[in-house]
């Protein structure tokens, strides 16, 4: 029964395009989200922050504050304890909440503050003394390799390798040298992409309240709030099971709400105050401390014979982490070359150190800047060759029974099939006028499964309540409705989906990786079927007959053979009403690690318009190309292409964090961290196409990140083809173009 | 925090003059209380001033017109005569932020705010408007003459601006505004052109050049309207006004635009401008 295979069932209300169930309420101002949470007697807690890139801190002096009428809670590392026990990366967790004997980036916090009100809590930051001294810092991912770098952690610094360099993430096959040494042409290239932040609408927010008996609640915004409860409760030495965590709606996250950032200060002021403390980042703090992508540096090189044939590849990158490890340098180097079937290939992440805030996922993490570097390199060495880029691609694309450069064998997958529709879309043959030029670029995603646990309960009068753990982030509690009512052969009407709190449900991993709807939905399969099972037991109660005569079909239970034929079927709602009478309420609950999770691949085309004199880049068209398994809900995956495919065109033209000299951070706002707006951007085309993941029952595979991966790589061949000379550094920002035309002029 | 509104000019600069502490005018309060929200004024007494009546309206006058210190930007834009008299003038003031900014900011609030990149400056400059300042006695400034800093005005304690005069156009004149911005809109000038221009039997007869976004103060630029008065536009006057552009830009690096882009933009931008205000002025 609870078999994931594929099955190639026909749906009766998967696909179908339903109206969303949180759509009024986040219209009108009804829906809550972090911030809108408030309690009797609540505090306003702030964080006073780092102005140093790099300072140790020798003392701080928090007196003042502590006796200012309206303070209730200081809090310092001294507060807190380190509780880690050698889990080295909770402890990085610890130190980048909360400075301890070092600050390492601007922004980092060094205290915290609850007072009764926001004018008071602003007094005592300004009362705390903090004496700094200044250290010299490095921000730059090349600088930081440098031998007379300064090291930012210490800890984390091993003999034979430089002490920023924390290790470096090795995947491919075949013999590379061998590989050149066939090769007719080869292609090699440097490449830089700039750090880009999530840019979701919503900061962080949450409202902390801990009790002196040792229980406590923390109201939030995330992505995942198991995992802030499982950190929360580490960090501060709570058990888990007494720290309620209930997920607000999310404004957004993109891999941003994945950590927790300033959540443990403020259950840690609050368990101090012995009041409740709502804190909320100003858009300021959340660009200086919450967790950014990685800057990057790579060597591209690429080769191939003659007829196209991609003999060898290699690709190396240094992905910045910030003051703190990631696993990003490592989840890059196993994307590089995953589109492509390439007998001798190597691909290699570095994970470096910078005096910058601790990255986090964002989107796809890591994949958007190689492919950005494979993409440009495939499209030059098409023009080493005399060759379409579409056509060399598809000469050399992966396909069921390739090896992947990171170890798998590939199932049934989408690229291939991306490409083609790239090929004949007639986007292709649309006309390009002056300085317009068209880019084309692939790109792939593993997506993640992970531990789920689900509940659906049927009302007294037929309705259903769905609970899931997974918070939804880009529509899955739509998605999920439709699959519990396809599975009980009721109307989505009649399903509501709720997100439970930590305290209703098992563990679940956080929404990220694209997984929500994957490991849900397939949590939701098997929590309706049994449901159903429990379904037909009460209706052959209700029939006294036996559970085996029972079917269940369209919503209702049936019995089977002529001995039953005077038995007309009972509907869901019939046996719902009856429920009391027959044992009780009918539930089905569902608990699993879910394997499986299908990957996703990608192709997207571009036309933009660049003006030779200012150098500034319109985007004219964008048409994007992925495989989704199933949509379940095809607006919500088109809302998902487009989503990915905007964050990808601000990426490529204009956002960037900018530091100077100081390694203080110059752009902190949006107003010059410029992300695209409404009018920098064509109304995005989407096409779906649907190779059903072989290891979900419905074909379902992640489909929020894959998107965000090729419009780098597109968008620097398209306006590198407007004007005529290759684009190596993302953002392809005005000043950047005008100084590449100019230096080929020159 | 004191918050006054009234309703005549004369009793606003008499609560502005007499605060000891930091007083500070609200108009629209796009700028203001940005500020405020973010900590970077601690004000001890604001005094709102669109409650009073001449500063909210703009008025045609026998030397042209008068656009009160409180009106939004929007309000201009409905103003048909303005918009024919000065299109540059209202399209660069139209410019500033977002539908709902233009519902509340306001023209003279832009110029008083003082940002070298400040979008309605360069356009008000080429246009040779004045700005109207009361206090102890009443007088008036050149808008070039206004800003003496980044965020620094000629303004006195217990002075306000009450308004902002425009001459009526000659005829055969036309003026534009162009900017620069990465985006679409939402965004702050990387350069900034204001341009007036006047023709007399098809030739120009008289320019101002204005540039935004290039100095520490938006700058008029004479060198600039030299190289194109007595011209038809043609390329060579349009080089030279490039050219005249670039050497006046003094601009910083910043992560706004490099001085190199800063200054070679400028030039592109007041050819872009000049055209625009050349075929307003009937110039073929």
Redesign the interface.
């Known amino acids: 029964m609870n078999d994931p295979k594929y099955t190639g069932q026909e749906f009766k209300v998967v696909g179908t395009r339903v109206k969303r169930p949180d759509g009024l309420d986040k219209v009108t101002g009804r829906a809550r989200y972090g911030a809108d949470m408030s309690a009797p007697g609540q505090l306003v807690g702030l964080m006073l922050r780092s102005p140093h890139a790099h300072a140790r801190i020798k003392k701080i002096d928090a007196s003042k504050a502590e006796k200012l009428a309206g303070v209730k809670a200081v809090i310092t590392s001294a507060d807190l304890p380190d509780l880690t026990g050698g889990n080295s990366g909770l402890y990085d967790t610890l130190e980048n909440c909360m400075a301890r004997d070092r600050a390492l980036y601007d922004g980092h916090a060094v205290a915290g503050v609850a007072a009764i009100d926001r004018t008071t809590a602003k007094k005592a930051l300004k009362l705390i003394k903090v004496t700094y001294e200044k250290l010299p810092h490095v921000t730059d991912v090349d600088e930081a390799l440098n031998d007379d770098a300064p090291i930012v952690q210490p800890r984390y610094a091993q003999d034979g390798r430089h002490g920023n360099l924390i290790n470096k993430g090795e995947f491919g096959h075949g013999d590379i040298d061998k590989g050149f040494a066939e090769a007719d042409v080869i292609v090699e290239r440097s490449y830089k992409t700039g750090q880009t932040h999530q840019g979701y609408i919503e900061p962080h927010a949450c409202l902390a309240s801990v009790s002196p008996d040792g229980t406590g609640e923390l109201w939030v915004t995330t992505q995942g709030h198991f995992a802030y409860r499982n950190n929360c409760a580490q960090l501060l030495g709570m058990d888990i099971a007494k720290l309620k965590v209930t997920s607000s709606e999310i404004g957004g996250g993109f891999g941003g709400k994945t950590h927790v950032w300033m959540e443990p200060i403020a259950l840690a002021l609050s368990r101090k105050a012995n009041r409740p403390v709502k804190m909320v980042m100003s858009r300021e703090e959340v660009f200086k401390a919450s967790g950014p992508t990685c800057s990057t540096s790579m060597d591209i090189k690429i080769g191939a014979k003659k007829d196209g044939t991609i003999v060898a590849a290699r690709a190396e990158c240094r992905y910045m982490n910030g003051a703190f490890p990631g696993m990003w340098g490592t989840l890059g180097g196993m994307t590089a070359f995953a589109c492509y079937n390439i007998a001798n290939n190597k691909a290699i992440g570095v994970n470096v150190l910078c005096n910058r805030p601790k990255v986090a996922a964002y989107r796809a993490p890591s994949a958007p800047m190689m492919a950005f570097g494979v993409e440009s390199t495939i499209d030059q060495l098409a023009k080493e060759l005399g060759t379409d880029p579409v056509e060399l691609r598809l000469k050399n694309v992966a396909k069921e029974g390739t090896l992947a450069p990171y170890g798998p064998v590939w199932g049934p997958i989408g690229i291939e099939p991306t490409l083609e529709a790239v090929r004949d879309h007639p986007h292709m043959r649309a006309k390009l006028g002056k300085n317009q030029g068209r880019g084309v670029a692939c790109g792939f995603w593993f997506n993640i499964g992970g531990q789920t646990c689900s509940d659906l309960n049927i009302g007294p009068d037929g309705t259903v309540n769905l609970t899931v753990g997974t918070i939804d982030v880009g529509g899955a509690r739509a998605s999920l409705a439709l699959i519990a009512a396809e599975e009980l052969g009721i109307a989505y009407e009649d399903v509501r989906t709720n997100i439970g709190d930590t305290s209703s449900l098992g563990h679940n991993d956080t929404t990220e990786g694209s997984r929500g709807t994957f490991s849900s939905g397939m949590a939701t399969i098997f929590a309706a079927r049994k449901a159903i099972d429990v379904l037909k037991e009460r209706a052959a109660k209700m029939w006294q007959i036996p559970v085996e005569a029972v079917t269940w079909e369209d919503g209702s239970a049936h019995a089977v053979g002529n001995e039953h034929d005077n038995l007309s079927p009972l509907t869901l709602k019939d046996i719902a009403k009856k429920a009391g009478n027959t044992g009780g309420p009918i539930a089905g609950h569902h608990e699993a690690t879910a394997d499986g999770a299908g990957v996703s691949f990608a192709s997207h085309i571009v036309d933009v318009e660049v003006d030779p004199e200012t150098g500034k880049t319109t985007i004219l068209r964008y048409t994007v190309v992925q495989d989704a398994g199933k949509a379940i809900h095809p607006d919500y995956v088109e809302g998902q292409f487009q989503g990915a495919a905007a964050q990808g065109i601000g990426w490529a033209l204009n956002e960037e964090y900018i530091y100077g000299e100081d390694g203080r951070l110059q752009n902190g706002a949006f107003l010059d961290y410029r992300m695209p707006v409404c009018s920098d951007l064509p109304s995005i085309d989407t096409k779906i196409l649907e190779i059903p993941n072989p290891s979900h029952p419905y074909g379902i595979r992640g489909v929020g990140e894959t998107s965000i991966v090729p419009p780098l790589g597109a968008i620097g061949n398209a306006v590198s083809n407007a004007v005529g000379v290759r684009m190596y550094e993302v953002p392809m920002s005005p000043p950047r173009i005008l100084k590449a035309l100019d230096d080929a002029s020159a | 925090m004191r918050y006054e509104s009234p309703t005549t000019t004369k009793a606003a600069v008499a609560l502005l003059s007499g605060e000891k502490g930091q007083a500070y005018v609200l108009a629209g309060g796009t700028d203001l209380l940005v500020r405020l929200r973010m900590?970077t004024i601690e004000p001890d007494l604001m005094v709102d001033i669109k409650r009073i009546p001449a500063m909210s309206e703009v008025t045609k006058t026998a030397s042209g017109f008068k656009i009160g210190a409180a009106v939004s930007g929007a309000a201009l834009e409905k103003n048909k005569a303005l918009v024919k008299a000065w299109p540059g003038v209202v399209e660069a003031a139209n410019l500033i932020g977002s539908d709902q900014i233009q519902g509340r900011c306001t023209m003279v609030g832009n110029l008083c705010n003082a940002s070298p990149a400040a979008d309605s400056v360069p356009a008000l400059i080429a246009a040779g408007a004045k700005a109207v300042i009361v206090g102890k006695k009443k007088r008036t400034v050149p808008v070039e003459k206004f800003i003496t800093g980044p965020g620094q005005t000629c303004l006195e304690k217990g002075e306000i601006v009450e308004s902002i005069t425009l001459p009526a156009p000659a005829k055969k004149s036309g003026d534009a505004y162009l900017r620069?911005i990465?985006?679409?809109?939402?965004?702050?000038a990387?350069v900034g052109v204001g341009i007036s221009l006047t023709l007399k039997r098809g030739v120009i007869d008289s320019a101002r050049v204005s540039l935004g976004a290039v100095a520490p103060t938006p700058l008029l630029v004479k060198a600039a309207a030299k190289a194109i008065i007595g011209t038809k536009l043609d390329d060579a006057a349009l080089d030279a006004l490039a050219m005249a552009c670039t050497a006046a830009c003094n601009p910083i690096d910043?992560?706004?635009?490099?001085i190199?882009?800063r200054e070679?933009?400028a030039g592109?931008?007041a050819k872009r401008t000049a055209k625009i205000a050349y075929e307003r002025a009937g110039g073929k």
């Open positions: 900590d620069f990465p985006r679409t809109e939402m965004d702050i990387v910043d992560k706004r635009g490099t190199e882009y070679r933009v592109v931008l």
